[in-house]
Nanobody
Framework: QVQLVESGGGSVQAGGSLRLSCAAS????????MGWFRRAPEKEREGVAH???????TYVDSVKGRFTISKDHAKGILYLQMDNLQFEDTAMYYC?????????????????WGQGTQVTVSS
């Protein structure tokens, strides 16, 4: 059974950095598309970054130049390096894994989800 376990969330001041990790078990992280979504209070779930089996990446405009998504294929871990964090980045962040070689920003594209990790940025 596929399991995704996130870690690395926390509270930081604006301008700070955090690195989120998502450990995937029973899943071929090297082959398929994985991504990070977030949901802020009273807002819709938003796709943040995605990486496909060929390591091609996509980002939502608001995080371009500040966030970096990557995968450690050997360890089966997905990362999200978040730099220059802003108050608007405050949200619950979720790791998502698909069974597709290509990525999509639609949550329905992803079959497996982690439990989420909270990121809080103070201004």
């Amino acid at each position: 059974q596929v399991q995704l376990v996130e870690s690395g969330g926390g509270s930081v001041q604006a301008g700070g950095s955090l690195r989120l990790s998502c450990a995937a078990s029973e899943y071929r992280a090297s082959r398929y598309c994985m991504g990070w979504f977030r949901r802020a209070p009273e807002k819709e779930r938003e796709g943040v970054a995605h990486i496909d089996g060929a390591a091609r990446t996509t980002y939502v405009d608001s995080v371009k130049g500040r966030f970096t998504i990557s995968k450690d294929h050997a360890k089966g871990i997905l990362y999200l390096q978040m730099d220059n964090l802003q108050f608007e980045d405050t949200a619950m962040y979720y790791c998502a894994a698909s069974v597709s070689l290509t990525c999509s920003n639609e949550p329905q594209h992803y079959t497996y989800w982690g439990q989420g990790t909270q990121v809080t940025v103070s201004s």
